[in-house]
């Protein structure tokens, strides 16, 4: 019999895991290795944190009539389009890092307040959706940031070949430089199979 369990805690504790990873792909590196984009969109390491910390501040803050009390220039008028993705030269990686922390601690006091069927509204939604419960934002805030995890896990293997799921856990098995050669090797090969150029 599975243990029963409190389905706010639950959603709670898989929201800070993903918050918990997206910072852990921040450690070790430079000031330069964080901002620098490393994909042809532009996608970097401390944008990624940047975005989630402000998209989650909206969430659990706007939605609920709970105001993060800190000005986010991402909601103004006149807001770059893509400025919650990168840092400026004046944000810092201890900056940011904090500004999340920040975040979590209002978050986390909006989920522990409100029960799971508390309304809010999503006013940057369409109208006919943007009626909202605290279950539907938390679900989508996990999906969120573990999307943005996942983006986060690419970056920081192609900056340094760091990979996995938690510092003391890669969640993948594989523990050798040779073994992930070979087996690149191999699907490259298969792939390769099915080229047509």
Request: hydrophobic fraction near 40%; proline fraction near 5%; charged fraction near 25%.
């Given at each position: ?18 918050r ?15 901002r ?12 990624l ?75 940057w ?23 943005h ?11 340094d ?29 298969l792939?390769?199979e099915?080229?047509?150029d």
């Open positions: 019999m599975p243990v029963p369990s409190d389905p706010k805690a639950d959603l709670q504790r898989y929201l800070q895991r993903g918990e990873v997206l910072l852990w792909k921040l450690d070790g590196l430079s000031e330069y290795d964080l620098r984009p490393v994909v042809p969109t532009g996608t970097n390491l401390l944008g944190v940047k975005h989630v910390a402000t998209m989650e501040a909206g969430y659990f803050g706007v939605v609920f009539g709970r105001e993060f009390p800190e000005h986010l220039p991402t909601f103004d008028d006149d807001a770059d389009p893509q400025g919650d993705l990168y840092a400026t030269a004046e944000e810092t990686k201890d900056g940011i890092v904090a500004f999340y922390r920040r975040v979590w601690a209002h978050s986390d006091a909006t989920i522990s307040g409100l029960a799971l069927d508390a309304l809010g509204a999503v006013p939604w369409p109208e006919e959706r943007r009626d909202v419960t605290l279950h539907l934002v938390l679900v989508h805030m996990i999906a969120e940031t573990d999307r995890a996942g983006h986060a896990d690419i970056l920081r293997e192609l900056i070949g760091g990979v996995g799921h938690r510092a003391d856990n890669d969640n993948l098995g594989v523990e050798d430089a040779a073994t992930w050669a070979a087996y690149h090797r191999r699907l490259q090969a792939a390769e099915f080229r047509s």
